[in-house]
């Protein structure tokens, strides 16, 4: 039976399990005897036994039947539920979450079997049946992973084979005069974001020449489809020490390995493993050649016969789980799994519907004295009432709690808690706080390095907080509300707070910023500080009250999602992330301006008001041009010579200028004309324009014509 074209509803299912068994153990964890936490857990383990035999993945399926083996003791009361407990329970979530990591990647469960994990459930059910665990049998299988664990913690330069136009790049950028260097970068085990490092790697060692061969391939690494190295190969005319310098000083890089290579040593190498390998797949051959022959026809027959008969049981374990599950719950779910690609597709045709009705709209006011009948205006504004309603159908139709991500948060803490040796609470709110499903599978990466840099940095150790007069326990708070066309998502600690000063000495040593600089910046500007990319290069960062690390990262992958992020702290007191991202990134309400001859979009969100400037009021503050409105100093910004028009011949009396907001920042958008508002479809421009951030995308007008959307965040 082909199981493959289940294999989408199995990871679904299972990733909803596998969630379910992770809430239900933190809840055992505080309620040992909670029987219907029990029960849970063990329908949950069951149905997932069964999933994993139903498609034949083997191996999940042993060790999730040991894991319900425990579960069925427990609920028989044999085996007490302890801390010890928990933690070997969590350890087999892990592992079959790194199963399903690899049956998502390749459609195969992998070769990890897991053994420790499986004997120490097993050395769990035999306490409680009053029997001794084999102690030898666990010594020998340490001593069998020894030489295992010496071999991953020995690194060196990791060589791969090279196609022949690899061969081609080193043999042409050897024969230029550049020293051909390979390295090995290892990134640390505990990295969130393992491809913004490595793209960060890269841009680093450029600088001092062309990287020729990556491996894995760049698309690979970009999609993070690595583990914890890569390797490439660069030409440069620059000493080695340049570029391993520039590689190590990247935050979260374990360790660099590398060396000077010629092509003629790397050919000659490779023919010798290709040589080799091919001499023992002969070996192999002749072997197999020799076993075969003195095989019988009927024997080999056997082995095809054994899948399908274990085939029925598995399914009538499946079917079992799925009949006792459904007693046990007779309220049915009411959602339905949608795939994102229609999603997407159905945007796609909202989008057009959208265009249609603008170039009627257009249409109707540009050749009104044609289209003066009653009917056809009923008709525009018919049109104009679907697509609204339809558009407000598809977009909630998009949207989903962020409660998907933020499940496996309380989990993190906890096992932060023992590694840290700290005490501390996480509370959260608004996790059914809706937004669109593109952002929500981008969020959780930056949340999750907020968190923990909350609870390793932000919080002080137990004997700290008592002798300062706090709680022993920490307390780490994840809020999450909308605020207009926006979710706001707060990451915050009652730990002790940024230490400006010491990040503003900080900045100087490390020429950041001169001391004139320091003494002109406020408190907001002196802490935005941590989010620049050099401010996170090296790991003695984590001295300036450990926020930096890793914090560039954040930044730009929430404002790749058209969302920014503040810092507000006390010292002493504690420190707060707001995290702002936009509910949709499809379609927007935007108001269309003219500079020029031209026609761009502003988001509505990020406007604040619309103002009549004269020219006589604009002032100067270190020669840049501000205005004093309502109490503020706002920058200026002239469109027109930030998109670099011709400048005009006449400086009008007065400027019409467009009021926009970024958090508490304010600037002044100087334009020729305002068109009104509209409704648009964002288009993505791809990699057409990929040489300024200060245009998100474009969209289509009504008669056709294409305008640019502005980015305010980056100005501001």
């Known amino acids: 039976m082909d199981v493959s074209q289940y294999l989408d509803v199995f990871i679904d299912e299972a990733n909803e ?107 769990f059910i035999a306490a409680a049946n009053g029997e001794k665990p084999k102690a030898g049998e666990k010594a020998e299988q340490k001593a069998e992973q020894k030489p295992e ?114 092509y003629e040593t790397l050919v000659a190498k490779q023919e010798k493993a290709e ?34 008969a274990a085939a029925a049981p598995a399914k009538q374990q ?31 045709q909202v989008s057009e519907l959208i265009i249609a009705k603008n170039s009627l709209v257009s249409i109707s006011s540009t050749e009104a004295a044609d ?102 326990v920490g307390s780490i708070f994840l809020k999450a509300f909308q605020e207009g066309n926006n979710v706001i998502i707060e990451v915050g600690d009652d730990g002790s707070g940024i230490d400006v000063e010491a990040v503003r000495s900080k900045a100087i040593e490390r020429g950041v910023i001169t001391e004139e600089q320091a003494d002109m910046m406020t408190q907001k ?4 500080l941590l989010f620049l990319p050099s401010f996170s290069m090296a790991k003695k960062i984590t001295d300036i009250s450990g926020r930096g690390v890793g914090l560039d990262v954040v930044k730009s992958n929430i404002e790749a999602l058209g969302g920014d992020v503040e810092v507000k702290t006390q010292l002493g007191e504690g420190t707060t992330f707001t995290v702002r991202l936009p509910l949709t990134l499809a379609i927007i309400q935007a108001l269309m301006v003219e500079i020029r001859d031209e026609k761009y979009a502003i988001a509505l969100g990020s406007i604040s008001n619309i103002e009549d400037i004269p020219v006589k009021d604009i002032k100067y503050v270190e020669a840049e041009e501000v205005i004093h409105l309502r109490g503020k100093v706002i920058p200026l910004f002239r469109m027109d010579q930030v998109l670099d028009f011709e400048p005009r011949e006449e400086e009008p009396e007065s400027l019409t200028v467009v009021i926009v907001k970024k958090g508490d920042s304010l600037a002044g958008l100087v334009v020729d004309n305002l068109m009104g508002q509209q409704e648009i ?28 959307i502005l980015d305010v965040n980056t100005l501001m």
């Open 17 to 123: 399990h596998l969630q379910s068994l992770s809430d239900c153990i933190m809840t055992l964890e505080k309620e040992p005897e909670n029987m219907d936490t029990i029960n849970e857990i063990f329908r949950a383990a069951h149905s997932l036994k069964g999933m994993a035999g139903t498609m034949g993945f083997k191996r999940m399926q042993h060790l999730t039947h040991d894991m319900e083996n425990v579960f069925q003791e427990v609920r028989s009361g044999k085996i007490k539920v302890d801390s010890a407990m928990i933690d070997l329970l969590f350890k087999c979530l892990d592992a079959i979450e790194g199963y399903q990591d690899n049956i998502r990647a390749t459609s195969d469960e992998g070769t990890e079997d897991n053994d420790i994990i499986i004997k120490e459930l097993n050395d």
């Open 275 to 308: 040589n080799d390998a091919a001499a023992e797949e002969a070996k192999a051959a002749k072997e197999t050649e020799s076993e075969v022959e003195k095989t019988s026809a009927p024997a080999a027959e056997t082995p095809v016969a054994a899948p399908s």
């Open 318 to 348: 499946a079917a079992a789980g799925s009949k006792k599950q459904t007693i046990a719950k007779p309220v049915t779910n009411r959602t339905v799994r949608v795939d994102i690609e229609k999603l997407d597709a159905l945007m796609n």
């Open 525 to 528: 500007e002196i802490i935005n």
């Open 681 to 708: 479809v964002i288009k993505s421009l791809g990699k057409y324009i990929n040489n300024t951030k200060l245009i998100s995308g474009a969209t289509i007008l009504g008669d056709g014509e294409v305008a640019l």
């Open 371 to 472: 289209f003066q009948n009653q009917s056809f205006r009923e008709q525009i504004e018919y049109l104009e009432r679907i697509t609204t309603t339809l558009h407000e159908s598809v977009m909630k139709v998009r949207m989903v709690p962020i409660e998907s991500v933020v499940n496996k948060f309380p989990r993190m803490i906890r096992d932060l808690c023992r590694k840290l040796d700290k005490k501390m609470d996480l509370y959260m709110s608004g996790e059914d706080t809706e937004l669109d499903r593109t952002v929500v599978d981008q969020i959780g990466d930056p949340l999750q390095h907020l968190l923990r840099n909350s609870a390793d940095h932000g919080l002080e150790d137990n004997e700290t907080r008592v002798a300062k007069g706090k709680p022993e």
């Open 149 to 262: 664990a010496a071999a991953e913690n020995e690194k060196r330069f990791l060589e791969f084979e090279l196609n022949d136009s690899e061969k081609d790049k080193i043999r042409s950028s050897e024969e230029s005069g550049l020293h051909i260097y390979g390295l090995t970068v290892y990134i640390q085990k505990e990295c969130l974001l393992k491809a913004a490092r490595a793209f960060l790697v890269f841009k680093a060692v450029e600088e001092y020449g062309e990287i020729l061969v990556y491996n894995p391939s760049s698309q690979e690494i970009e999609d993070e489809h690595f583990d914890c190295d890569f390797s490439f190969y660069i030409g440069s005319s620059e000493e080695y020490d340049k570029i391993f310098q520039a590689a190590k000083a990247v935050s979260e890089i374990d360790d660099v390995i590398g060396e000077e290579v010629h």
